[in-house]
């Protein structure tokens, strides 16, 4: 075989080998699943925000530092970060019940949120 050949056949199998790194991370990219939507963690979550804070205003950080032993049961050691997308997807989601979040601002550190409980709207659901 040519020099030619055997510089094909080595660019070749190199080409090989990195399709087959990139088909393994997609593969494991593609693996990761979404967060399991689950009511009742939802519920227990707003639920705890309001017994814990009322209606006053609190960031994913604030949630993350409360004393409050309801709330940093609910929360399980998740993240800022993570508290901070529960937040945001229960905000586009609306979930059914009395609570509702409202994003109040967003400043330097990130959103700011206040729960309202409303009986009417735990009526009508």
Request: aromatic residues 4%; glycine residues 8%.
């Amino acid at each position: 075989m040519s020099t030619l050949g055997t510089r094909v056949l080595a660019e070749l199998a190199a080409l090989r080998r990195d399709v087959a790194g990139m088909v393994a991370r997609i593969q494991a990219l593609e693996g990761r699943t979404r967060p399991v939507l689950d009511p009742a963690a939802d519920h227990r979550l707003l639920s705890a925000i309001a017994g814990a804070r009322g209606r006053a205003a609190f960031s994913a950080r604030d949630l993350s530092a409360s004393a409050d032993s309801e709330l940093r049961a609910v929360l399980d050691g998740r993240s800022v970060r993570a508290i901070g997308a529960w937040l945001k997807r229960l905000h586009k989601t609306a979930p059914e019940g009395p609570y509702r979040l409202e994003r109040v601002t967003r400043d330097g550190a990130g959103v700011v949120w206040m729960v309202s409980v409303s009986a009417l709207r735990h009526t009508q659901h």
